[in-house]
Structures are given as structure tokens and as C-alpha cells.
């Protein structure tokens, strides 16, 4: 019995029947991908993580007032996409929480249904889930995944690191 002893092996494919998809694909791939299986997708909540950074991780490969949560909406406009754990360094998956504070995620999308479907799909989860509001604040959520990078460098945490705004009332 190994680390995963507990997942349950599920093909790509049929990952693709679920109601509500998480993909983790980078952008390059995840447009070629959306295009491809569009008709498998639409009507469903696919949940976005990408952050549209160069191989080298010293830029993004999406200009100013673009992200990669709008150009995938735009790419399959019949499903609902919702930006989460963009800021979610892949460490802070196994331990959310650091000195009392929990991670935070922000869910985002221009469908409030689906927002809120993920939402409340993601409240058992040892995160804090903060409505980030529409797709467009992923330009500037998924702008700020670099920073935290090269700051959690730059302190010599990397990649343990995450965001936790406090005061917000939740
Ligand atoms: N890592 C993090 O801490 C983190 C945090 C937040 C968000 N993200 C986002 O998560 C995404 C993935 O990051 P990662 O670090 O997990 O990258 P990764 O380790 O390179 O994993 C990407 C995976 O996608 C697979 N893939 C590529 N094209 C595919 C296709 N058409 N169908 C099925 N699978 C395909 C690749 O398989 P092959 O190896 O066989 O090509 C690879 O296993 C990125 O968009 C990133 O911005 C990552």
C-alpha cells in the first residue's frame, strides 16, 4: 500500500463525464484541450488553475489586461468556468494551514450559479474560500502567483507559500 492507497484511478476520459471537471493542464495545453473536447464539456463547471507563465517561470506568456480563466471562457463559451487555487502553491495542498491561518482561495466566474456551486463544493476543504468575484480579477490574481513565487524565494520558503488577506470578515 502506497502513498495513494486511497485515490481511486480515474482515466482522463472519464473524468471528462464528471458534472463539475478540475483540470491541470498548463495554458499552452489547456486551450488545444478545451477546443478539442468542447462538446464533453459544455453545460458542465470546469474549475481553472493555470497561471499563463513562461517554461522559465520569469514572465507570462498573456499581456496585460488578459488571463488565462477569460481566454479559456472565450474558447468554450457553453461551459461554466471558475477560476480556483490559481495562488495555491503545490506544497500548501498538504498542509493548508500555517500558524493558525488558513489558505486562501479565490473562486471567480461571470456564472454566479457555478461560482457558488464551487463554493460550496469546496467548503469542506481545509481552505479558506473567498468569492473573488468575475473572470476579469484573474488578471490580476493570477499576476500575483509570480510575486508570491519570487518572494517565497527570495525568503527562502518556496514553495510553501500562499495568501491570507486578514480583516475580511469571514
Ligand atoms: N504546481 C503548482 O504549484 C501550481 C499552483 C497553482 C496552479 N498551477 C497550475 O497548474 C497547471 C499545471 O501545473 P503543474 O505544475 O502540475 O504542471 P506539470 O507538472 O507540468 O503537469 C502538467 C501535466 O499535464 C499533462 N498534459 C499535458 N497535455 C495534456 C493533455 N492534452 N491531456 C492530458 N494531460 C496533459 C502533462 O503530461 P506530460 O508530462 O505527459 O506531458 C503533465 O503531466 C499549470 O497551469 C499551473 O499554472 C500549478
Known sequence: MGKHENTIPVSH?????????????????VIPWAK??????ANKILIDIVNPFTEDFNDFTLNWGQ???EELQNVIPDTKVVGAFKNTFFRVFEEPIHNNL???????????????????????????????GKLSNNRT??????????????????????NHLFGLNV
Do not use: C
Open 36 to 41: 478539442q473536447n468542447k462538446g464533453k464539456l
Open 67 to 69: 488571463s488565462a480563466a
Open 141 to 162: 490574481i493570477e499576476r500575483l502567483t509570480l510575486f508570491e513565487r519570487e518572494l517565497a524565494i527570495r525568503y527562502g520558503n518556496y514553495p510553501y507559500v500562499s
Open 102 to 132: 488558513k489558505s486562501d482561495v479565490y473562486v471567480t466566474s461571470d456564472n454566479e450559479k457555478a461560482k457558488e456551486t464551487v463554493m460550496e463544493f469546496l467548503s469542506s476543504t481545509p481552505f479558506r474560500i473567498l468569492d473573488g
Open 13 to 29: 476520459e472519464i473524468a471528462l463525464d464528471a458534472e463539475i471537471i478540475i483540470h491541470s493542464l498548463w495554458f499552452k495545453d
